[in-house]
């Protein structure tokens, strides 16, 4: 389902760790939506997400385990990390990992308390990182059985790399 977003809306999924802030994607016919919860959201902060320079990664703390990655380049080096999860996409979603199609990437900016949209970005994804994270997706999808067990070696991998590390590769 194709949901119109826009600022000042309340997104359409509540924040799964209220009022805190944290990192997630979730999966789009087109590609991902990236979704950034943020306590308190100031000015700076909805200039960086709309238009300062990003650097995107995708890491594999193991085989099947993959990791969005990104820094905004400007002087805040504001960075975040979202695990990819496939085997919690219900079968009728677009299985875009398994073909050439996805690279939209929507970034949306939601405060962590209020649940409203504070900003939105769309990007165009390099070639490169969506066979990246199209390849581990697959691999997940043949390696792992069951949503819980990708979870646990995402965080396993979150107690042992940092967000910059995942940025090195």
């Given amino acids: 389902m194709t949901q119109k977003l826009g600022v000042g809306e309340t997104f359409y999924l509540p924040n799964p760790q209220p009022n805190t802030e944290n990192c997630h994607l979730e999966f789009t016919s087109h590609f991902v939506d990236l979704v950034y919860y943020i306590l308190k959201p100031q000015a700076q902060d909805i200039e960086t997400w709309r238009s300062a320079p990003l650097r995107l990664a995708v890491f594999e703390a193991e085989s099947g385990v ?19 999860n496939v085997l919690k996409v219900a079968t009728e979603q677009p299985r875009w990992w398994q073909s050439e199609a996805g690279s939209m990437f929507n970034m949306i900016l939601v405060n962590a308390v209020t649940n409203k ?7 165009s994804v390099q070639s490169g990182l969506v066979e990246k994270l199209s390849n581990s997706l697959v691999e997940q999808s043949q390696r792992y059985q069951h949503f819980r067990e990708v979870d646990a070696a995402h965080r396993r991998a979150t107690i042992q790399f940092s ?7």
């Fill in 163 to 169: 967000t910059l590390q995942m940025l090195r590769g």
């Fill in 117 to 123: 949209i504070v900003a939105l970005r769309q990007l």
């Fill in 66 to 84: 993959p990791f969005v990655a990104g820094e905004f380049q400007n002087k805040e080096k504001w960075s975040f990390d979202a695990p990819v």
